[in-house]
Antibody, heavy 113, light 112 residues
Framework: EVQLVESGGGLVQPGGSLRLSCAAS????????MHWIRQAPGKGLEWVAN????????YYVDSVKGRFTISRDNAKNALYLQMSSLRDEDTAMFYC??????WGQGALVTVSS | DVVMTQSPLSLPVTLGQPASISCRSS???????????LVWYQQRPGQSPRRLIY???NRDSGVPDRFSGSGSGSDFTLKISRVEAEDVGVYYC?????????FGQGTKLEIK
C-alpha cells in the first residue's frame, strides 16, 4: 500500500523559512515523478513543483520560483520542499503526490505575524 | 500557462440522477506520443484529493464504474451515471502535459 506522510508544517512569520518532508513507502520511490500541490484554506488546488525520478529535473509554478526548492533522497525514500521568503499567501495545506495518483494527508503551513 | 476552465462551478443533483462536469483547456493536451494528459480528482469534505480518472478516460482502481471520463484535444467531460450520497465533494480536472501543471477551479457537487 502506498503511503505518503508529510511533516514539517507549522506557523512561520512572513519572510521566514520552513522545510517540508514527505516519507514515502509501499512503492519503488526512485522510479516515480513526485509533486508538491497546495490548497489555501477554502480554495482550490494549486500545483507547486515537481521533480523527476533521479532528481535532475525540477519545475516550479512562477509564484514560488527562487523561493522554494524541491529535492529528493532516493536512498531514504524522501521528498522535500525547502521554502524561504514565505508570504501570507503561501498559507496552505501542502500535499505530497506520487505521479498524479497518490496523495498524502497534507502538512499545514501558516504564514502569519 | 494552460488555463483550465470547469463548468458548472456548482452542481446540485438529485440522488440517482446523472451529473456531468465540463473541463476545457486553453491548449491541446495531446502529447506527441499520442497520450492526452488530463486527470480528474474528487475531494470529499475534509479529505485529501483522490484521483478518479487518468489520461482522459481510464478509471483508477477502486473507482466505481458510474464514473466515466471522455473527451479529446482540449474538451473533456466527467460523468456520473447515478449520483450517490458519497459523491458529494469538489471535482477538479488537471492538465500535466505542460509546466506549470494547472487545475480547473473545481466543481462543487451537492445533493438537492
Amino acid at each position: 500500500e502506498v503511503q505518503l506522510v508529510e511533516s514539517g508544517g507549522g506557523l512561520v512569520q512572513p519572510g521566514g523559512s520552513l522545510r517540508l518532508s514527505c516519507a514515502a513507502s509501499g512503492f519503488t520511490f526512485r522510479n516515480y515523478w513526485m509533486h508538491w500541490i497546495r490548497q489555501a484554506p477554502g480554495k482550490g488546488l494549486e500545483w507547486v513543483a515537481n521533480i523527476n525520478p533521479d532528481g535532475s529535473g525540477k519545475y516550479y509554478v512562477d509564484s514560488v520560483k527562487g523561493r522554494f526548492t524541491i529535492s529528493r533522497d532516493n536512498a531514504k525514500n524522501a521528498l522535500y520542499l525547502q521554502m524561504s521568503s514565505l508570504r501570507d499567501e503561501d498559507t496552505a495545506m501542502f500535499y505530497c503526490v506520487k505521479d498524479t495518483e497518490d496523495w498524502g494527508q497534507g502538512a499545514l503551513v501558516t504564514v502569519s505575524s | 500557462d494552460v488555463v483550465m476552465t470547469q463548468s458548472p462551478l456548482s452542481l446540485p443533483v438529485t440522488l440517482g440522477q446523472p451529473a456531468s462536469i465540463s473541463c476545457r483547456s486553453s491548449q491541446s493536451l495531446v502529447h506527441s506520443n499520442g497520450n492526452t494528459y488530463l486527470v480528474w480528482y474528487q475531494q470529499r469534505p475534509g479529505q485529501s484529493p483522490r484521483r478518479l480518472i487518468y489520461r482522459v478516460s481510464n478509471r483508477d482502481s477502486g473507482v466505481p464504474d458510474r464514473f466515466s471520463g471522455s473527451g479529446s484535444g482540449s474538451d473533456f467531460t466527467l460523468k456520473i451515471s447515478r449520483v450517490e450520497a458519497e459523491d458529494v465533494g469538489v471535482y477538479y480536472c488537471m492538465q500535466h502535459i505542460l509546466w506549470p501543471h494547472t487545475f480547473g477551479q473545481g466543481t462543487k457537487l451537492e445533493i438537492k
